[in-house]
């Protein structure tokens, strides 16, 4: 599922503009939208990890620089930046901790960096919260209060929205819906994180493959057993295409996968309540152009129906995400919207943040 849309003319945008930056272990995406969340302009640049997030900032000044004068957006225009990055943070002081995925990043006041380089009113996120704030604004979750976004790739990302809040919690770590427990067995599977029994050791394309490898170690038959013997790398995309093809294991692993995920969603239904929740990230079997997508999907929303409060589990919306890898840059420069309209209507008294 490929979302493409027309990129507004500034002619037809609605002012102020604003900025955002979605860092990612493989590239930065950076993006500016208007004040009703249209992307104007986008592109990104490989985040070369090992150089550090210093490089990594400056680049992203360059480029964003490019960017402005190839589409005549003047920098004048940009009213805010938000910012937003994975792994652990401390949001409120702008750093950047311990981002598994950014090895040579750890400890970074990465927000007062990038305010250095734009000298604009920079917001700071994490990165699935933005791709969460993105869905609610102008995605799928635009006509609901509430939504839950959860990101399925190699882990399992979340991002809680309410109202216009994203929920980043008393120590930066809100909305970890990837962590949450699903399995109390002594022998449940292990995080990635280093606990047992979190959604993510079921529900990621890290655990599709390693279920799908141990099945067949187990000696059951598969299409993908072949590939496993000539030494291929076996991805969550083979077991798909396995899958679509007739495979009875891989359908069988991808089957399980949604109905932990279903448990997973009806816990999360029954802590907040949202409107929707919304499925991002790139392991969505094709989403909802496919019918491995579709069944994908209705498998969830069978468990949810079996396992929920019967009026959540009726009118609650699950469904496929919209801006897909679009998402991050324009939820970030949502925030770093609404962080601007509450300092306009802030008391001339009450200091700034």
């Known amino acids: 599922m490929t979302t493409h849309y027309p ?7 609605k002012l102020p503009l604003f900025l955002g930056i979605d860092v990612g272990g493989t590239n930065i995406k950076y993006g500016v939208v208007d004040d009703l969340g249209r992307p104007l302009a986008k592109g990104q640049i490989p985040t070369f990890e090992e150089r550090g997030p210093q490089d990594g900032v400056r680049r992203t000044r360059a480029a964003v620089l490019d960017m402005l004068g190839d589409t005549g957006i003047a920098q004048s225009q940009i009213s805010a930046v938000g910012l937003a990055t994975p792994g652990t943070m401390d949001i409120p002081n702008g750093m950047i901790l311990e981002p598994h995925n950014l090895p040579h990043w750890f400890n970074f006041p990465i927000k007062n960096a990038v305010f250095n380089e734009f000298s604009l009113p920079t917001s700071y996120a994490n990165d699935a919260n933005a791709a969460a704030y993105g869905e609610f604004w102008v995605g799928r979750g635009r006509q609901f209060h509430s939504i839950v976004l959860l990101t399925l790739g190699t882990g399992v990302g979340g991002g809680i929205i309410i109202g216009d809040l994203s929920i980043d919690g008393e120590n930066s770590c809100g909305s970890e819906c990837g962590h949450i427990i699903i399995d109390c067995n002594p022998n ?3 995080c990635p994180c280093g606990q047992p029994g979190h959604l993510e050791a ?10 799908t490898t141990e099945l067949i170690a187990e000696g059951r038959k598969s299409s993908l057993a072949g590939l496993i013997d000539e030494d291929h790398h076996l991805t969550g995309l083979l077991i798909a295409q396995a899958a679509d093809a007739g495979d009875a294991l891989a359908n069988e692993v991808i089957d399980e996968l949604a109905r932990y ?9 029954h802590t907040i309540d949202p409107g929707a929740v919304v499925l991002g990230g790139a392991m969505n079997f094709g ?18 129906r079996q396992h929920a409060f019967p009026i959540p589990a009726q009118r609650t919306t699950i469904d496929f995400a919209l801006l897909e890898g679009d998402a991050g840059f324009i939820g970030a420069a949502g925030i770093a919207r609404i962080d601007r309209m509450q300092r306009l209507i802030r008391p001339a008294s009450q200091p700034a943040s």
């Open 7 to 13: 990129l507004l003319s500034l002619a037809d945008a």
């Open 287 to 304: 989403g909802s152009d496919t019918p491995l997508g579709r069944k994908f999907l209705e498998t969830i929303r069978t468990v949810v």
């Open 188 to 190: 449940a599977r292990m």
């Open 202 to 211: 079921y529900c990621s394309a890290t655990a599709l493959i390693k279920r």
């Open 261 to 269: 995920l279903g448990f997973g969603i009806v816990s999360l239904m």
